[in-house]
């Protein structure tokens, strides 16, 4: 059964809603104040004119959120990864791991795997204020110090996904 007029408006207007802020914010994390408008807005117009097949995918906040993605990347001129997205959204947008699962269209394990992986080639121009002080990441929270001993992180940073952390320390 197809559904009316009205209500597929009503969704629209509801994804909007639902999603406006935070691409706003995501577009500003990259962009200039009114290039993240004008990327933010074009988003909406392409989902406002293609509504109907964006709503019969499977999740149509990832389909809208590539294509944003994608619209930022190119007037940025540098395209970011999942997991670069996911750790801004995360720790510097501050959303949650519910809430980053509901903008990106991902599997809220996803987002944690995300948040969890490692950071070993970092683009230029992103930050690493999330990164264990001196200690290099090997994922999952367990650091490789100095002296090669693996330990869990040292409570400087609760766990994503609200895992218990431990201060076990294997040598």
Known sequence: M???PAVLTNAYYAFCDLHRSTYHAYAAAHLP???ARIARSKLFETVASTWTSVVAERRPS???WQWF???V???SGRTSTAIEDTHLLHHKLMLSVDQIATVTGAEPATVCARLAAPRRNRSPGMTADWTPGP???LGLGAVV???HAVRAHPAERAWPCGQPQTKVTVT
């Open 33 to 35: 104040t009114e290039e």
């Open 145 to 147: 110090t100095p002296r």
């Open 69 to 71: 993605t994608q619209t």
């Open 135 to 137: 200690f290099r990441t």
């Open 73 to 75: 990347a190119r007037r």
């Open 62 to 64: 990832a389909c809208a």
């Open 2 to 4: 197809k559904p009316s």
